[in-house]
């Protein structure tokens, strides 16, 4: 059974069409809303319903649309079709009468109707009810494809495989109340291809665009069409550990990949680091979905190793979510507005605005959503002035929201920003939470009953490899709960003294640094955050006592050298001194160990002593000239710290010790090769790094290009000796995705967004 009733005429329309393609051919015709002449479409040719029954000539397609649910269809009905009838068929136009309806058809209205429809000169009639197209939704996963709001619509276990369902269900049901009310856009459409040509797409847009909204489509779509497992994850590493070589099909999908609400330099370096990993998942056959706010990714983009993963590749894989269309528009807006919880009077009241709202520049799919809940519209006047004040200024209103919460509210919400969006249920307080719910005024007793007045507007709970986690309903939620942070010195101290470092450490920046986004702390708090830097020893994500010590040391240089101004990282060397000789001795892969990023930092900010400049020179230099690493000669930051004479110096001994001995390098290279870790390609490819920037520095001598192009020639012969031939897998495509979409002319979409 599918709510069809909730469709609306417009969307309806959309799905005949579609059937009709699916069942006629793709020569079906559609035409405007109003100018039909009595033609919801047409279609010429041969048809056989049954295999006794075979019709031909000019097909008329007409849908009847009704918003009651299991209503029957009469005679009445379709008394206003009768001239157009008349007419078509003196046109030539009309051998066959094809109505679809999304009513019941019961025998006796069905003979009333052929009878009076024939009787106007059609030679053929065909009434198909809702039974007959909820058939055909059943059977024909492309049409699915096509109409991915038929998934909200029914019962996911009808559609599904119990395989499919099982694996992907606490993702499908969370995703089920949002799916109803999807669109086919342009930009799920380009998706779509990209999935098809190179398994992997990265969704960009600004927040609240509808990012999450197309992969949750291609992730159902990927789950009937394919029976894949689908997987919602957070990080690089979870990717990576949940992949199963033997399974070809799984999808993969994480919601914002480089950072929730502002850059995370630590997951970018995670991607980075699982870069093989993932080129070898895709050569098998695995889908990746990835999304990010677009001023999180322009921030990524300087860190991402493009080069090493071609697949980033913008003009490909990267779908910028911006471009609605105005009938897009229009239909994400009807469709919140028409299954969401605002009454009957709200709808009719909001009705004659609402061409205009989704018209706005600032129309976002966000704010149909908000527009739908009357948790969002308690003190909303509905005049033109107000509503466009709504979606002009819909970040100040937000903010204006979470403010005249209730304390026990706005506490409910700390604690799940303070656990960076991801609050366990059932919830277990650190003590410094529970101090700062004591200072907000509130206990964990009245925060459970606030989650759960609050789920469903501002709040969900979601359930994660069968546990559950509060979590905002959207990030934006969390922007507008930042912004209210930053505007209160009492809130933001509670804050860092109750929040866990390593959560403080992605959301906050010692002065302002230029992160967009981050929660800015005055010079007044700085005191305290190195006393909370300094409490953080070993991260709570490796049980590993060694991986846990490493990790958190890494991530405070992440801080440090992204993070903080001079001011704060004086105080933290003044109490912390041994951080000089760390970042003055860094280990290898320089583009990815934080001491790095950390020594360049200091030494721009005139805070890095000379003797540990020389040494972090001697180090990195050292690992050029032996071919270890020659980042000194490819990172122009780290080329920063060298004089032009310490760098002259490294350029020559690279070309006078280090190129007699490449084919040495290479057969270390060959002989560290532990097949089954990764493929030959990706454990040769810093060696071919290296031949590309030698060749770059050195190629105007043509002894050394001659040189290089031999190691090149060798390295990939080994490659290929080395290679497993059965890497690839069959493809699986969604093809192509036709825009059957019906452009209104004369009615409005709107039209019966209130019955």
């Known amino acids: 059974m599918f709510d069809l009733h909730n469709l609306g005429w417009h969307s309806f329309q959309q799905l ?18 109003v100018n039909d002449g009595g033609r919801d479409g047409a279609f010429a040719g041969h048809w056989r319903p049954t295999n006794s029954v075979s019709l031909s000539g000019q097909f008329v397609i007409q849908c009847k649309f009704t918003n009651r649910r299991d209503y029957s269809l009469k005679p009445s009905d379709v008394e206003d079709e009768i001239d157009k009838v008349d007419r078509l068929v003196k046109g030539g136009l009309c051998d066959v009468y094809l109505l679809l309806t999304n009513a019941g058809i019961s025998g006796r209205s069905a003979e009333a109707i052929r009878d009076r429809l024939l009787a106007a000169g059609t030679k053929e009639v065909v009434l198909l009810g809702s039974s007959w197209i909820e058939q055909q939704i059943r059977d024909n996963k492309r049409l699915r494809m096509l109409v991915p709001r038929v998934y ?8 599904l495989d119990e395989r499919s369902y099982s694996q992907a269900r606490a993702i499908l049901e969370s995703m089920r109340e949002d799916l109803a009310k999807v669109v086919v856009t342009d930009s799920y459409r380009r998706s779509a291809h990209a999935l098809d040509e190179h398994g992997y797409v990265l969704l960009i847009g600004e927040p609240a665009a509808g990012k999450t909204t197309i992969a949750s489509m291609l992730a159902m779509t990927a789950a009937d069409q394919w029976r894949a497992s689908v997987m919602k994850l957070d990080s690089p590493a979870a990717v990576v550990a949940r992949w199963n070589p033997d399974e070809p099909s799984q999808f993969f999908w994480v919601d914002d990949a480089f950072g929730v609400t502002q850059y995370e330099n630590g997951l970018v370096s995670g991607w980075n680091h699982v870069i093989p990993d993932v080129k070898t998942m895709l050569r098998r056959g695995a889908k990746i979905v990835m999304t990010s706010r677009d001023y999180i990714y322009n921030r990524a983009r300087q860190d991402l190793k493009e080069g090493a993963f071609p697949l980033f590749n913008e003009a490909m894989v990267v779908i910028d979510v911006h471009g609605l269309t105005e009938d897009e528009r229009r239909q994400i807006l009807y469709n919140h507005l028409k299954l969401g919880t605002q009454s009957q009077d709200f709808r009719s009241s909001i009705k004659p605005y609402l061409e205009e709202v989704a018209a706005h520049e600032r129309f976002i799919p966000e704010i149909a959503r908000r527009l739908a809940d009357p948790f969002f519209t308690k003190a909303l006047r509905l005049n033109a002035i107000e509503l466009e004040h709504f979606v002009e200024k819909r970040e100040q209103f937000l903010v204006g929201v979470l403010r005249e ?4 509210s706005r506490a409910a919400l700390a604690l799940i920003y303070m656990r960076n969006d991801r609050l366990a249920s059932p919830i277990s307080l650190a003590k410094s939470e529970e101090d700062a719910l ?15 007045a609050l789920k469903g507007s501002l709040v969900i709970q979601s359930r994660v490899d069968d546990e559950y986690e509060w979590k905002f309903k959207h990030p934006t939620i969390a922007d507008a709960f930042a912004l209210i942070l930053r505007d209160s010195p009492e809130l933001l101290e509670i804050y860092v003294r109750g929040s866990s470092v390593n959560k403080l450490l992605t959301q906050v920046t010692c002065g302002d640094v230029g992160i967009e986004n981050a929660v800015v702390l005055p ?15 070993k991260s709570s994500r490796y049980k590993t006592a060694w991986m846990a010590s490493w990790d958190a040391t890494r991530s405070i240089h992440h801080f440090l050298s992204r993070r903080c101004c001079k001011e704060m990282l004086q105080q933290y060397i003044s109490k912390n001194p041994k951080i000089l000789e760390q970042v003055s001795s860094p280990g290898l892969y320089l583009d990815s160990v934080s001491e790095t990023s950390l020594a360049v930092r200091f030494h721009e900010l005139g805070l890095l002593p000379d003797e540990c400049r020389e040494r972090f020179v001697e180090k990195v230099g050292k690992y050029a000239v032996e071919g270890e690493d020659v980042g000194a000669l490819t990172n122009k930051r780290i080329q920063t710290i060298f004089t032009e004479a310490e760098l002259q110096t490294l350029v020559d001994e690279v070309r006078r010790k280090l190129l007699p001995r490449l084919n040495e390098v290479r057969h270390f290279v ?20 290296l031949l590309d920037e030698l060749e770059s520095r050195y190629g105007d001598d043509p002894v050394v290009k001659e040189q290089v192009e031999a190691e090149r020639t060798a390295a990939g012969s080994w490659i290929s000796n080395n290679s497993d031939s059965d890497e690839t897998r069959e493809d699986r495509v969604l093809g192509q995705i036709s825009d059957d979409s019906v452009v209104p002319a004369g009615r409005s979409i709107f039209d019966d967004v209130d019955q």
Do not use: K, W
Not at 18 to 28: H, Y
Not at 152 to 159: A, C, E, R, V, W
Not at 405 to 408: A, E, N, T
């Open 405 to 408: 919460l209730d304390r026990h």
């Open 152 to 159: 909200g619509l029914g019962d996911l276990t009808q559609i």
């Open 523 to 537: 010079r007044s708090l700085f005191t305290l955050v190195v006393d909370r830097l300094d409490e953080y020893a």
């Open 438 to 452: 004591q200072r907000l005024n509130s206990d964990l007793g009245s925060c459970i009953e606030a989650l759960q």
């Open 16 to 33: 005949c069409l579609s059937v009709a393609r699916e069942v006629l051919g793709q020569t079906v015709e559609s035409f405007l809303d």
């Open 670 to 689: 060959e002989d560290d090769f532990r097949p089954g870790n990764e493929s030959a390609e990706e454990h040769m490819s810093r060696y071919v790094e």
